[in-house]
């Protein structure tokens, strides 16, 4: 497809569980971005990758979130042991490079809703 | 004090109403402005962007910015029901391309 692919779109599991998002970027886009979305917020960033790299993981808020990037295409977003207060629309983005200044738009998908009993 | 700010609404308005949308920002040396557009259970569409101060427009749509009082703001001119949506403002900070996103406003459009 044209534009950035999120799976699942729903997510329910139990307190507890590991889950993985997965997010499929614009083809060519270098630059990936994910965020978190919670209900009557902005975005809030989490991770970014250039290439296969976390250029910045600043935002993620502890250890039990992970995100990879094996061959600079598709990206997994990981969390472990999940808590209620996970719960969320975990959005990703792409664009096609970055550059320090910042001015590239980003795309997003429809992002994954994450419901955790 | 958050980097963005944004009234989250909710506003309503009559149809063919001009809309006016805004944020304020707390940092100076913010350069690059955005307006995404969001509606339900879809994820956030790039609306328009600036650089700088001044105005940019594009069809119904402007976007203006005054960095001397580190304010931006969004008009729709002519509002229809298909402009019905949340509107959310959003600057990259300059290290890293990651957008600061305001709470963002939801506009509902009465026919």
């Known amino acids: 497809g044209a534009g950035v692919s999120q799976t699942p779109s729903n997510k329910v599991t139990e307190k507890g569980k590991y889950v993985e998002l997965r997010c499929d970027p614009i083809?060519?886009?270098?630059?990936l971005y994910w965020y978190r979305q919670s209900l009557g917020q902005g975005p809030e960033f989490l991770i970014y990758?250039?290439?296969?790299?976390?250029?910045?993981d600043s935002g993620l808020p502890n250890d039990r979130f992970f995100a990879v990037r094996p061959e600079g295409s598709v990206s997994t977003l990981k969390i472990q042991r999940t808590e209620r207060g996970d719960s969320a629309v975990y959005l990703c983005?792409?664009?096609?490079?970055?550059?320090?200044?910042?001015?590239?738009?980003?795309?997003f998908g429809d992002g994954t809703r994450l419901s955790i009993l | 004090q958050k980097e963005v700010e944004q009234d989250p609404g909710p506003l309503s308005v009559p149809e063919g109403a001009i809309v006016s949308l805004n944020c304020t920002y707390s940092n100076s040396a913010f350069q690059y402005f955005m307006w995404y557009r969001q509606y339900s259970r879809k994820g956030p569409e790039l609306l328009m962007y600036t650089y700088s101060s001044g105005n940019k427009e594009d069809g119904r749509f402007t976007a203006q910015v005054d960095k001397s009082s580190k304010y931006i703001s969004l008009f729709i001119r002519d509002s229809q029901p298909s402009d019905s949506a949340t509107y959310l403002c959003a600057v990259p900070l300059n290290q890293g391309g990651k957008l600061i996103f305001g709470q963002g406003t939801e506009l509902s459009v009465k026919p």
């Open positions: 990758f250039q290439g296969t790299g976390a250029a910045d």
């Open positions: 083809s060519g886009h270098t630059a």
């Open positions: 983005a792409s664009s096609l490079t970055w550059d320090r200044v910042g001015n590239q738009p980003q795309h």
